[in-house]
């Protein structure tokens, strides 16, 4: 079946710093999903794209679809303590609907 | 908008009982689903449906029982709990194709259970 790679597994980082991950797929993608989940919550939809190539912006939080389709990436600039949570991708499974996500990214922002 | 409501947040149950966890949501979505997440393992399709009377079976569906007669309910059936299902459950929900956001899925707060 689809999988995702997540990487990092986890980050620690000042406040202020800038944040990179990414995720990459053993298939071809034609949407990718950027969720943060905040502790005891459910996931958010931070970013949504739709496009390879694509660059999308949401506030301090800045998405990129890959250009092979295969991979995409979330850049968080200058970090604050609230950014603390779990940062999932997603990406459309092999039936209608159905959503197959990456293990996670935890990210911890020291003050 | 309520978006997309769960219950009981909390649940601690004995292995072999039954329990079923609730899931609403108001935004008229067509698509509703159910997910568990356990450490390092992400998120997990257990079942999803795709409108009133149409379920189907995810990648972790042994166990567990859905059914879907109204547009805005989706509850979850665990007929009998074992341990192996102590897990942070999660409905979600949204559009259906073709609207172009058919894959933008709204979670709810998520049900932590405990099976003893």
């Known amino acids: 079946g689809q999988q995702l790679n997540q990487s990092p597994q986890s980050m620690f980082i000042q406040e202020g710093e800038d944040v990179s991950m990414n995720c990459t797929s053993s298939?071809?993608?034609?949407?990718w999903l950027w969720y943060k989940q905040d502790p005891g919550e459910g996931p958010v939809l931070l970013i949504a794209l739709y496009k390879a190539g694509e660059l999308t912006s949401n506030g301090r939080l800045t998405a990129q679809f890959g250009i092979t389709r295969k991979d995409s990436f979330l850049n968080i600039s200058a970090s604050i303590p609230s950014d603390v949570g779990i940062y999932f991708c997603?990406?459309?499974?092999?039936?209608?609907?159905?959503?197959?996500f990456g293990q996670g990214t935890i990210l911890t922002v020291h003050p | 908008n309520a978006g997309v409501t769960q219950t009981p947040k909390f649940q601690v149950l004995k292995t072999g009982q039954s329990m079923t966890l609730q899931c609403a949501q108001d935004m008229n979505h067509e698509y509703m689903s159910w997910y568990r997440q356990d450490p390092g393992m992400g998120l997990r399709l257990i079942h999803y449906s795709v409108g009133a009377g149409i379920t189907d079976q995810g990648e972790v569906p042994n166990g567990y029982n859905v059914s879907r007669s109204t547009t805005e309910d989706f509850p979850l059936r665990l007929l009998s709990a074992a341990p192996s299902q102590t897990s942070v459950y999660f409905c979600?929900?949204?559009?259906?194709?073709?609207?172009?956001?058919?894959?933008?899925?709204?979670f709810g707060p998520g049900t932590r259970l405990t099976v003893l």
């Open positions: 979600a929900s949204s559009y259906s194709w073709p609207s172009h956001s058919y894959n933008e899925q709204f």
């Open positions: 997603a990406g459309p499974g092999t039936s209608y609907g159905k959503l197959t």
């Open positions: 298939s071809i993608f034609n949407t």
